[in-house]
């Protein structure tokens, strides 16, 4: 990259690899099959891979320190020395102490983990107390920068920015630290330096959310302490997922030489540029291309954005609006696809050829770019559908009052206090994975996989009453993932062969694409809880997907608005739901995770969007009489913002996420006055550490606190699927025996 920006570039880039290799690398590493050199080889491989194929690609700006073992949040804590003591005592190999940060270890539990931003994509929360000493650590972007430079191939290094890292810390007012920590990022900035870097990125996305004037301060603040540095490459502050707001002003009084704005889903930003005045001879890094979606490009509109924004800033680079870390790397691979689809579609690779185009077509003055598909086939529409919620009222979203229907739920299933039960899946083995392989391939037929898949649910219910849990489940041997599954059978859907996208560390999810009008062809879950149920005397629950994660962990048609679309899922759900309650399932979950995570980052936005998600999840959820049980279950976001909404879901049992986060969410609740049921987390499952009994007692007493115990329930954080059965087994007996000790 030239001291002058250049025309194109993007934010960041997938790195878990086209086939997932750094997912099985990392695990064989953990599970010792291959050692840390072999695992240090194939990230190797990756990053060459990927930077070669953005050379080629004919991009002028290539990002470097995007490539991740686990998680970039993670990464930078390393760099500037925030790795809490109590990892650090453990005496282990720097990338085994990486490791025991992001999973846990039996002596001590993982840093918590929770979402980033407005995506499916989960951080690991720093850590930063007393005993915290920032110091700086540059070698990995310093070896990433040099190993490219090695292949011939200038890179721009990338870090989480110090103000952004901060206010996603805990701590007692982490945010204070911020002088402390930014003369960290001078020294960093200063050896990345004096090996000849040229340019490096400071993602600074916090400031897309409402900041305070003391927040707005640190962040001018920052800049113009690292901009006045007498040595160190350019900065490129990278702002990405809405509008910069208030910190546009702020970053404008700094020497900082590049500001990188989203302006896909934030196109006022062009406004905010337009009312800033003279820019200083910045450049400014335009989002013109979707990195959260897999949508193409409108490029004759992208063009007349960045004209517009070319007309006031002295130099313009075109970009994805952010990281390509959230869409698949390469829709070529994919041959399955309808074409009528396919030909609307792009992925991380095709994103680059478009960021590419655009550039060029700017620099050039020349607009002759493809004419993009023109309005969805007539195929994707159903009358029916947008009949049925046009006729939809009021009552269609309301249930009986909680009192009347926790009484008649009791009634109905007579549990014992402190009930015990689990998330919904039970571990995925390697014999599941194979069957659904064999499946796939004609291997085996529909009715052998169906056999192994009862023989598998069989051995889930018979281990669940041994264990002695009082409300079961069937396990779900027999989805692939939690919404690609409701995405197969359903129309408006369709399904990716090779659409992986990291959602955490190793864990890898394929997103359904949602092109058209959603219905439901037929029952989904109904056969495979009825057998279940046929298999025991105690409840089973049935295990829905709510209408808000389904669209949270889909790519999402933008032809109409989004709640339109999730009342189209929910319609779907609730004739789930009835269907369930007629074949005589008692307890029935519909999972929505995503509640927080698609809570728009601007409190002016919240309120409509929570509104609509909040009617959604009635809609879905209101069908069914008030002796039917609705469970619902969130996980792995910062709650406080939304516990308004998660009351108002009225599910008549919550189960969140609070183990890693020591029980925090029940002050909330209790704080709204909350008064239905509620499982608080006990055993962190994102960690292969087994809790013991009086670990999970010791955290079933800190919720009983908040909650009484007439109305708690005990549960893991989340699903056990990618859990192994000896450590689950042994975690549910610690659980069970818990409930039992403080019965």
Not at 39 to 60: F, I, P, S
Not at 118 to 143: M, S
Not at 377 to 393: F, I, K, Y
Request: net charge negative; glycine share 6%.
């Amino acid at each position: 990259m030239s001291s002058t920006f250049g025309q194109s570039t993007v934010l960041g880039y997938p790195r878990i690899g086209a086939n997932r290799e750094l997912k099985k690398a990392v695990e064989s590493y953990w599970a010792g099959r291959i050692g840390a050199a072999a695992l240090a080889d194939t990230a190797a491989e990756l990053r060459a891979e990927v930077w070669q194929q953005l050379r080629n690609a004919r991009l002028d700006g290539i990002p470097s320190n995007t490539f991740s073992y686990y998680d970039h949040v993670l990464d930078t804590a390393v760099a500037v020395g925030a790795v809490p003591a109590r990892f650090t005592r453990l005496g282990l190999s720097a990338l085994d102490t990486y490791f025991a940060m992001a999973r846990g270890v039996d002596a001590e539990p993982a840093l918590e983990l929770t979402k980033w931003f407005a995506t499916n994509y989960h951080y690991l929360v720093p850590e930063i107390d007393g005993e915290t000493t920032f110091t700086p650590n540059p070698t990995k972007p310093l070896a990433e920068y040099e190993e490219a430079q090695r292949l011939g191939i200038t890179t721009r290094p990338v870090l989480v920015g110090p103000a952004t890292f901060l206010l996603l810390a805990k701590g007692a007012d982490p945010f204070a630290r911020l002088d402390e920590l930014v003369e960290v990022y001078a020294t960093i900035l200063n050896v990345l330096a004096d090996a000849g870097v040229e340019w490096v990125q400071l993602d600074e996305p916090a400031y897309v959310a409402d900041r305070t004037p003391a927040e707005i301060d640190g962040l001018r603040r920052a800049y113009t302490r690292l901009g006045e540095l007498a040595k160190r490459p350019r900065i490129l502050v990278a702002t990405y997922f809405v509008e910069i707001g208030d910190a546009l002003p702020a970053l404008l009084d700094t020497p900082v030489e590049a500001i990188g704005l989203d302006l896909v889903a934030g196109p006022g930003n062009v406004r905010r540029l337009a009312a800033a005045g003279p820019l200083g001879g910045r450049t400014i890094v335009a989002g013109l291309v979707d990195g959260h979606n897999i949508w193409r490009t409108d490029l004759r509109a992208a063009i007349t954005v960045g004209a517009t924004v070319t007309a006031l800033a002295d130099h313009v680079a075109v970009s994805t609006s952010c990281s390509l870390l959230h869409v698949p790397v390469d829709l070529s691979v994919e041959t399955r696809l309808a074409p009528e689809l396919f030909e609307r579609l792009a992925f991380a690779r095709q994103k680059v050829d478009e960021v590419v185009l655009l550039g060029k077509a700017l620099r050039d003055g020349t607009a002759h770019v493809p004419v993009p598909p023109q309005s969805a086939p007539e195929a994707w529409h159903n009358g029916d559908v947008r009949a049925r919620l046009a006729a939809l009222t009021p009552a269609d979203r309301e249930r009986g009052a909680y009192p009347d229907r926790a009484d008649a739920q009791q009634a109905r299933l007579n549990l014992p206090e402190l009930p015990t039960t689990t998330i919904g899946s039970f571990p995925q083995t390697a014999a599941l994975r194979r069957a659904r392989a064999d499946l796939r391939t004609g291997t085996i037929d529909d009715s052998t996989y169906a056999a192994l898949m009862r023989a598998e649910v069989e051995r889930v219910i018979r281990l669940q009453e041994e264990l002695g849990l009082d409300v079961l489940v069937h396990g779900e041997p027999e989805r692939n993932d939690m919404v690609q599954y409701f995405g197969e059978q359903l129309d408006g859907f369709a399904a990716t062969d090779h659409g992986w996208v990291q959602s955490y560390g190793s864990r890898c999810v394929r997103p359904p694409v949602i092109h058209g009008d959603v219905s439901r062809k037929a029952p989904m879950t109904v056969a495979w809880s009825t057998y279940a149920q046929s298999l025991t005397a105690k409840p089973v629950k049935g295990m829905l997907t709510g209408p808000v994660t389904i669209l949270a962990w889909s790519f999402v048609r933008t032809d109409q608005p989004l709640p339109d679309t999730a009342d189209q899922v929910a319609l779907a759900l609730r004739d789930e739901t009835v269907d369930l309650e007629a074949a005589g399932i008692t307890v029935i979950q519909v999972d929505e995770p995503a509640l927080r995570e698609t809570l728009p980052l601007r409190r002016a936005d919240q309120k409509a969007y929570l509104d609509w998600a909040v009617g959604a999840f009635r809609l879905a959820t209101s069908g069914v009489t008030d002796a039917t049980q609705i469970h619902t279950h969130l996980c792995y976001s910062e709650f406080g913002e939304v516990i308004g909404a998660i009351d108002a879901l009225d599910a008549d049992v919550t189960s969140i996420e609070a183990s890693r986060s020591k029980m925090e969410v029940l002050d909330d609740l209790a704080t709204i006055g909350y008064r239905r049921g509620v499982g608080p987390g006990v055993w962190d499952i994102h960690s292969p550490r087994v809790p013991s009994q009086q670990e999970v007692v010791a955290s079933l007493r800190l919720a009983a606190e908040a909650v009484p115990a007439r109305r708690l329930w005990v549960n893991p954080d989340c699903g056990l699927k990618t859990r192994g059965y000896e450590e689950t087994e042994a975690s549910l007996r610690h659980l069970v025996a818990a409930a039992a000790e403080l019965r």
